[in-house]
């Protein structure tokens, strides 16, 4: 069983451009969200999606930041003009359903380094 | 979703069972606790969640108290590779908040 996974582990951009983050479930799960971690910070939740739908983004940037889960195809998160402050590690877990007791699994993550 | 309070470090002989604790006075009655741990920088592994009954697998029993504010978790023969940052958590499910966790170091 393949577990979440992430690509690409490692990202570098400069200033100014775009980056983008891309997340597979789990097989057999519906429902990803998205993580951010900063330099010896706890994880902070920014998004819940499910297929073509976005559930809670409450811990979402209001600018700049955007995520998507198609009906086909991995979840992306998208960091339009991304700053120094954007680098983090970003970590992507998804769930077969949204229920309360439903287990998130993470992946191994995705490292974006702004130069 | 309720706050919880773990103490920042921890340290265990290795061999030895390793018992961390969680205070959780705020929980509500739909809120479960979740453990996860996380290695070095790697993503958080799912360790065990419980709603109020006492919890086991594999890797780690959860004893929750019987008013819910606390719970424990034991890891009951700490290795060496048990050492990571260990978060409790308290949630309906959609959204996960990671608190500062327990840096546990097991020592040979």
């Known amino acids: 069983n393949a577990g979440v996974m992430q690509n690409p582990r490692h990202l570098v951009r400069r200033r100014g451009q775009e980056a983008r983050l891309r997340c597979s479930p789990m097989?057999?799960?519906?429902?990803v969200y998205w993580y951010r971690q900063l330099p010896e910070e706890g994880l902070k939740f920014m998004v819940y999606l499910q297929k073509e739908n976005i559930i809670d983004e409450s811990g979402m940037p209001k600018e700049r930041f955007s995520a998507e889960f198609p009906k086909e195809g991995p979840s992306i998160l998208r960091i339009q003009q991304v700053v120094r402050g954007d680098s983090a590690a970003y970590f992507c877990?998804?769930?077969?359903?949204?229920?309360?007791?439903?287990?998130?699994?993470f992946g191994p993550g995705t490292r974006l380094l702004v130069l | 979703d309720a706050k919880t309070t773990q103490p920042t470090s921890m340290d265990c002989a290795e061999g030895r069972a390793a018992n961390l604790p969680c205070n959780h006075s705020?929980?509500?009655?739909?809120?479960?606790v979740y453990w996860y741990r996380q290695i070095h920088s790697q993503g958080p592994q799912y360790i065990i969640h419980?709603?109020?009954n006492n919890e086991t697998n594999e890797m780690a029993s959860l004893i929750i108290t019987e008013d819910r504010k606390s719970s424990t978790l034991i890891l009951p023969h700490a290795t060496l590779r048990d050492t990571a940052v260990y978060y409790c958590?308290?949630?309906?499910?959609?959204?996960?908040?990671f608190g500062g966790g327990t840096r546990l170091m097991v020592k040979p």
């Open positions: 097989k057999g799960h519906s429902h």
């Open positions: 958590i308290v949630s309906t499910g959609n959204m996960l908040t």
């Open positions: 419980g709603l109020k």
């Open positions: 877990a998804s769930s077969p359903e949204g229920w309360a007791e439903e287990t998130q699994y």
């Open positions: 705020t929980i509500s009655g739909n809120e479960y």
